[in-house]
């Protein structure tokens, strides 16, 4: 057995192989085509660039280049790594030798790639919607450990971060050194663009730092994560610099009541929309809704941005051990904004919640 890969990680692609084997069946096709990375990721280990992933209901492919061929046979056990110089494709019919339907990744490929496909299995071709990531949905527990500790390490950078905020320090700086910390204490890199924003600038969800100051009586918003062994954390903290007017303190406790009220209404079995609906009653209770521009929260995995979707429109139901962030804010043009937003495991009477950086307004 390949040192690079302990017995029980070998267990958990090959469940989630003979899972996707079933619906392939169920599905009336013999072969299945992988193209994008998170879910070739999912399925084999391997980590390299470049390649697709053939699997059929008796064999298992990994069709890459020269670069990747030791990388994949040590990342890949169980898998035939079939080198091909220049089009991969071209091996598929050798590979999928049969007569019989080929499913491909059809959110995920373009068209240029689509026709590519065709001309090497003419007429067989199957478009798959989310295959993968309807597997995806609900994490191992081989997962579920490595998202504790990416948030883990989202949690110290972000203890670590506090001693360098101060007045004067710009909104760039910070999310420069919150970034180094991520990586110096242990992710391979960020999961996303670092947020950080502040002052009347705290009313941009998805705000990019800038050259900003720091100025007595600001908000600062940080939404930060760090991806580990292939998982991503997700966390933002709102921090008040030098003072706390009546009016931030305020809203910062209503946001928090809120995610609160968001997480006490997770557990298995409950619809997504109910979740953001505890979120969105309780800020409408305090007039503060219509300054919510966004959905409660989304899943978490080998993505930041993953099923199920947290908001008023979900049809999706929770199941035990999804993973979705809690993340409602309010968000005030010329004033600033607040969001806090934490990590949690769906359970079957609750949750557990991973992020465990403190949540009472911090005065820097």
Known sequence: MNCWREWGEIMDYIARINKLRRMMEDGGMEGLIITRPENRFYLSGFTGEDGILFISLDKLYLVTDSRYVEQAAAESPGWQVVEVAGDYL??????????????????????????????????????????????????????????????????????????????????????????????????????????????????LPHGKPSSKRLEAGDMLTLDFGGVYEGYAGDTTRTIAIGEAPAYLRN???????????????????????????????????????????????????????????VGARSEMILQENMVITIEPGVYITGWGGVRIEDVVIVKETGCEIVTKAEKALVIL
């Open 90 to 203: 071209k091996a598929l019919p050798d590979l999928g030798g049969g007569q019989g339907k080929v499913g491909f990744e059809s959110r995920h490929i373009t068209y240029d790639l689509y026709h590519k496909l065709a001309q090497h299995l003419e007429g067989r071709l199957k478009p798959c919607v989310s295959m993968v990531e309807e597997l995806r949905k609900v994490k191992d527990e081989e997962e579920l450990a490595l998202i504790r500790k990416a948030v883990e390490i989202g949690d110290a950078a972000y203890r670590d971060i506090l001693p360098f905020i101060s007045i004067g320090v710009t909104e760039r700086e910070i999310a420069v050194e919150l970034e180094r910390l991520l990586k110096v204490k242990g992710c391979s890199r960020i999961a996303f663009d670092t947020i950080a924003v502040s002052g009347i600038r705290a009313s």
């Open 251 to 309: 809203v910062y406790q209503r946001v928090l009541e809120a995610q609160q009220a968001a997480i006490r209404a997770v557990r298995a079995g409950v619809p997504c929309r109910e979740v953001d609906g505890a979120a969105r009653d309780y800020l409408k209770a305090h007039g503060l809704d219509k300054y919510f521009a966004h959905s409660t929260g989304h899943g978490l995995g080998l993505q930041v941005h993953e099923e199920p979707a």
